[in-house]
C-alpha cells in the first residue's frame, strides 16, 4: 500500500469518527479511550497469533499503520457501535471472507426484539440501489424503484460505506455486494443506526419522488413479507437443502445444493449428504441425461468433505482438493495437518456428460473450492457472476473472541487452505465461463435467468 493510500486512509478514518458520531443513541453505554484502544490492541494481537492469511494482501507494515491510524485517532468515549463502525474498515484491507466482525450479542439480540427497521428488501445492480421486495403495509414507493438517496445519504454513499466494512477473499467485491444486498437492512442499522423514520428519494419510470417511510420491528416486516408475496418461501423447509429435478425428457438434470454443512442439512434441511447425493446420482445415471446442471448460487459453503464426495462423482479420474494448509505457531506461518489432502478417487459411477456450473458472488468458501477443482480439471463450463470464494488460497477452522470491554464478536481463521497455488492467486474468484447478470426486471417476474440461459446452450447443443 503506497504513503497515497495510507494517507487516505487516515483521512478516510478521522472523516468516519466524525461523522458517525452524530448518531449516537444516548442510552447506549459509552466505553472510555483506555478501554477502546485496550480492545484493539486485544483484536490485533489476536489476529497476528492466530490468522494464517492476515498478510496474504496487505504487507504486516501495512496493517501495523493501520492499526495505528485506528487507535491515533480514538480521541474520545464511543459508544459500541461507534467503536464497531471504526474498527470495521480493517475486513477490506486484511481482505479475507472468513474474518468477521460482529457487533455484540447485547446489541444483535436487542436488535431483534427492541428496535425497528426500514422495512423492504433491495438489490444491487451496476452500484445502483433498487427495491424488489416491500415488506411493509405502506405502499408509498413502487416495487422496482431505485433508491437514489436515504436521509439525504446518496444511496452510491451508502453502498460504498457498507462495503468497505465488509468482509471479502482478496479483490473480489461480489461477495461483498451480495451480503449487503441478502442483509442490507442488519449491516445499515450496525452503520447508520435505528432511524424512526426514513426519508427516501427515489425514481421510478423516470420521475424523481420523494416518501418518508416508518420503521418497523423485525416481525412486522417478516409479517408483511409473507403476506405481500405469498408465492415464496423465506425459510429453510426439510428437504429442500439438496434438490435434484430431472426434466421429462431426460435432456437435463438440474442438481441444487444450498449448503455443505452436515450441520444445518441435517437440523433445517432433514437431509444427510452422503446418502442424499448418492441417491440423485443414481437417478441421474438410470435417467441417461447427459446434461447436468450443479447450482452452487448463494451456497455459502460448509464441510470441506462434502465437496469432495461431490466432486468423486463429477470427475473421472483422480483428484486433489487441497495442496496443503498452513497455521500459526510460534508467531510464523507453518505447514499444519487437515482434512481431505492427498488425491481423491472418483466414484465407478461418475457422471461423465456435459457439466454446468451456476455460480454467483455468494458461492463462497466450500462452493469456490467445489469450483477451483472442476476449473483446474476443465470439467464444467461455469455460468453466472464471479463467485465469492477465492479458488486458489482461502481460510477457515474458525476461532470465536469477544473483545474485552466492547464484547464485540470477532471470527478468526486458524487455517489457510492453498487450493492450488498461492502465484496463481490474482484476489479473484472463479469466473464464469458465460457471464450472466440478471436484470431488474427479470429479479422482479422471479425469472431465474441464469438457469434459463443454461437450459438455452443445452437446447443448442453448446
Sequence with gaps: MTKQILAFLFAF??????SFSQITNNQEPVFSTNELKADLKYLKTKLENNHPGLYLYSSKPTIDKVFDSLENSISKPLTEL???????IISSIIKDGHSIILPSEGVTNSQGN??????YHFVILNNQLFMDMVCTGDNSIPVGSEIISINNMDAAEIIRQLSERQVRDGNNQTYPLWIISNYFRQYYSFIFGHPANYAINYKINGQANTASIKALPKDSIYFYRQKNYPGKTFSNLPNEGLKLKIDNDNKYAVLTIKDFHNDVLKKEFKQNFDKVIASYFEQINNSKTENLVLDLRNNQGGDIENGVYLLSYLLDKPFSVVQEYNCVDNNE???????????????PNNFKGKLYVLINGGSFSNSGIVASCLQANQRATFIGQETGGNPNVITGFIKEIKLPNTKIQVQIPTKQFVITNKANNNGQGVMPTKPVIPKLADILEDKDTELDYTLDLIKRNE
Design 13 to 18: 478514518i478521522v472523516f468516519l469518527y466524525t
Design 82 to 88: 461507534e467503536f464497531y463502525r471504526h474498527i470495521t
Design 114 to 119: 427492541t428496535v425497528n427497521f426500514l422495512p
Design 333 to 347: 506461518v507453518q505447514h499444519c495437518n487437515g482434512p481431505s489432502l492427498g488425491q481423491h478417487n472418483p466414484k
